[in-house]
């Protein structure tokens, strides 16, 4: 990759773009069940990465051997997964094409192994399910708060 500057270049826009496509959509999108996935997989990044800390290649190449940059599942694709499965404005077909550029780019640029990226995969459909299903999980263990918010709007 590197003996293609201008390749190695956009995949490099693609990888670090991530912070702004994620603003970007959680801007349009308004979506509650977006921001309640972004955020448990934000936490279970910190938590994977101090069980699975993992270097990508580039990374392993230029020396470094213990690092906590990267973990195991890819937490950058997963995020970008996720933008993708909640898209419901004219976002959507962009954002699940970078959902499908961002894997490659991560790969080329050494950010990551393929064994990362696979494992993101069922990480990110278990956020979303669990995100998902958020409120009525919130009820069933908190029946005395739903209660008194049916209470309070019949008021």
């Not at 499908?100 to 780019?105: I, R």
Request: hydrophobic letters at 60%; glycine letters at 4%.
């Amino acid at each position: 990759m590197e003996s293609h500057a201008k390749l190695w270049d956009f995949m490099e826009v693609v990888y670090y773009a991530l912070p702004i496509v994620m603003a970007v959509a959680w801007v349009v999108e308004q979506n509650f069940t977006l921001r309640r996935a972004v955020a448990v997989v934000g936490v279970g990044g910190w938590i994977f990465s101090a069980i699975f800390p993992a270097v990508g290649p580039h990374w392993y190449l230029d020396g470094y051997t213990v690092t906590m940059r990267h973990c195991i599942p890819a937490v950058e694709w997963t995020w970008a997964l996720l933008l993708a499965l909640n898209a419901r404005s004219l976002l959507r077909v962009p954002l699940w094409i970078y959902a499908g550029v961002f894997p490659v780019a991560s790969i080329l640029i050494g950010e990551h192994y393929l064994v990362d990226l696979i494992v993101a995969v069922p990480y990110a459909l278990a956020v979303q399910w669990l995100t998902s299903r958020w409120p009525d999980l919130v009820a069933r263990f908190r029946p005395a708060v739903v209660a008194a918010k049916t209470a309070s709007e019949q008021v």
